[in-house]
Nanobody, 113 residues
Framework: QVQLVEFGGGSVQAGGSLRLSCTAS?????MAWFRQAPGKGRERVAT????????SYADSVKGRFTISRDNAKNTLYLQMNSLKPEDTAMYYC?????????WGQGTQVTVSS
């Protein structure tokens, strides 16, 4: 069973930046970040797939967020810039053959206006 642990959430003012990290207990083919705001469904924010490292993003974060991974450290990152209040949510790291077989516990991101 693969374990995922997120780090890096917190509170920031609009326009600020945060970087989330997710450490996996082993190599995972596809990894992704999801988020869920109160009263809303879970949204896939960004995905990165090996071996080429191809990425994809939700339209709502394109140009502001960057997903990356360090395979030597089994660590996934999400660099979030130009944050908006609507980015406020619980952020989850996920991974697996379909990018959502395993889940972390989540880390809260709060953006104030």
């Amino acid at each position: 069973q693969v374990q995922l642990v997120e780090f890096g959430g917190g509170s920031v003012q609009a326009g600020g930046s945060l970087r989330l990290s997710c450490t996996a207990s082993g190599f995972i083919y596809c990894m992704a970040w999801f988020r869920q705001a109160p009263g809303k469904g879970r949204e896939r924010v960004a995905t990165i797939v090996m071996p080429g490292g191809s990425t994809s993003y939700a339209d709502s974060v394109k140009g502001r967020f960057t997903i990356s991974r360090d395979n030597a450290k089994n660590t996934l990152y999400l660099q979030m810039n130009s944050l908006k209040p609507e980015d406020t949510a619980m952020y989850y790291c996920a991974g697996g053959n379909t990018c959502n077989n395993y889940w972390g516990q989540g880390t809260q991101v709060t953006v104030s206006s």
